[in-house]
């Protein structure tokens, strides 16, 4: 099997979507997130959307790929040999409920890989006046697929260095309960057989089902709202990671600010997340957090 990167720009059908109270709740549930921003509805202002839940959003298009790409030029099913190699979010605004939103998916690279070809796919969503609220890029590793020539379009994580021998500012160790994956798979609504069938799992060769690398993600960027934005996810302006190791349910993790970077609109948190076994389970992993 072979694509090739003729195929950057192709967009795929675009679904609209309208945020409710009980997605943003869910969504916090998943992550064991008790930040009043997302439940206590009794505030003036009200409940917001915990940023990560644009993860949900556009899993609507992820999980039905024919669907939303089928009618464009993509060979969608390529997509079979999808593994997810990471995520880069960049929000504009928060959302909260009641916001609708427009979403437009895109073939952002299609790059060489060691193991196949490098795919990311670019999602926008907009609110009804046209104003850009979060840009997601997904990075998958298309394993055993070839890339035909020498691609085009650009990572969108880069790799990350600290200091040498530098110590963690900070760590955190999360236990990842036995059900971690099946109250991530419900309540975050982002449903894949590897994270609840225990069949499944072996059947693709593994020793479990493996805990959700989005909701690892989600975690991070909870300690890192706690610890270094006052609690505030309005404050969240982007987080980006790679996936390189599996959490198991029932194993803890353990989540490590590496150094913080100024930059113009705020401070930059680089972090990485070790499983039980001491792996990094999420690399190059970076929070941007807008000055107070």
């Known amino acids: 099997m072979q694509i090739s990167s003729k195929y950057v720009g192709v967009k795929c059908r675009p679904i609209d979507v309208e945020i409710t109270p009980k997605q943003c709740m869910y969504y916090a549930a998943a992550t064991g997130d008790g930040n009043p921003a997302y ?6 202002e009200g409940i917001m959307a915990p940023p990560m839940l644009a993860i949900s959003l556009t899993w609507r298009i992820s999980a039905r ?3 939303f790409w089928g009618d464009s030029d993509f060979p969608v099913d390529v997509l079979a040999r999808q593994v997810h190699f990471s995520e880069a979010l960049h929000w504009l605004k928060p959302m909260r409920p009641g916001d609708r939103l427009h979403i437009e998916g895109v073939v ?3 790059l060489p890989h060691r193991a196949g070809t490098h795919l990311i796919l670019e999602y926008t969503a907009r609110d009804p006046g046209g104003d850009t609220v979060f840009v997601e890029r997904i990075g998958g590793i298309l394993r055993g697929v070839k890339c035909t020539d020498e691609g085009r379009g650009e990572d969108t994580v880069p790799v990350h260095t600290p200091p040498k021998d530098a110590q963690p500012l900070w760590s955190r160790t999360l236990p990842i309960s036995p059900l971690a994956s099946y109250i991530y798979d419900g309540l975050a609504d982002v449903h894949f057989p590897i994270h609840i069938s225990p069949a499944f799992a072996q059947m693709v060769g593994l020793p479990g089902i493996i805990f959700h690398g989005t909701g690892t993600l989600a975690l991070a960027v ?4 706690a610890l270094e934005a006052d609690n505030d996810p309005s404050r969240v302006l982007n987080a980006r990671c790679r996936f390189t190791g599996m959490v198991m349910p029932g194993t803890d993790i353990t989540v490590e600010l590496l150094d913080r970077e100024a930059q113009e609109r705020g401070t930059a ?3 990485i ?3 039980s076994a001491g792996k990094a389970a999420l690399s190059d992993g970076c929070v941007t957090v807008a000055a107070p």
Do not use: G, S, W, Y
Not at 39 to 44: G, Q, S
Not at 222 to 225: A, G, K, T
């Open 39 to 44: 439940l206590d509805d009794t505030r003036p």
């Open 65 to 67: 790929v024919a669907e």
């Open 108 to 110: 952002a690279a299609i």
């Open 222 to 225: 909870r300690e890192i709202i």
């Open 269 to 271: 948190c680089h972090f």
């Open 273 to 275: 997340v070790r499983n």
